[in-house]
């Protein structure tokens, strides 16, 4: 099975800079796209950014021009660099993988636990 393992949240006062990590490990014979979700309390989940394996990048309009996503393809791993923070940027942020077992199979899907980040005052 494919794990990820995600670091970097935590509480940061408005305007300041986190990042976050995300690192997949497990059979994993070519990842397709991996990403950042988050979701606020009583709110649904949202894409917040996406890198493709062909290095094509997608951001939510809230985070353009805060954000950077970027990827380490040698070790499998993502980075969300978060700058500007803001009070609405507070929520659980999900790691997101779409990857393939081998090279006719089908593409999965892994999902990590969430970590935590809280802007605030």
């Known amino acids: 099975q494919v794990q990820l393992v995600e670091s970097g949240g935590g509480l940061v006062q408005p305007g300041g800079s986190l990042r976050l990590s995300c690192a997949a490990s497990?059979?994993?014979?070519?990842?397709?796209?991996m990403g950042w979700y988050r979701q606020a309390p009583g709110k649904e989940r949202e894409l917040v950014a996406v890198?493709?394996?062909?290095?094509?990048?997608n951001y939510a309009d809230s985070v353009k021009g805060r954000f950077t996503i970027s990827r380490d393809n040698a070790k499998n791993t993502i980075y969300l660099q978060m700058n500007s923070l803001i009070p609405e940027d507070t929520a659980v942020y999900y790691c997101?993988?779409?990857?393939?077992?081998?090279?006719?199979?089908?593409?999965?899907?892994?999902w990590g636990r969430g970590t935590q980040v809280t802007v605030s005052s």
């Open positions: 997101n993988v779409l990857y393939r077992r081998g090279s006719v199979t089908g593409e999965s899907e892994v």
């Open positions: 497990g059979i994993i014979f070519s990842i397709d796209r």
């Open positions: 890198s493709a394996s062909r290095g094509s990048t």
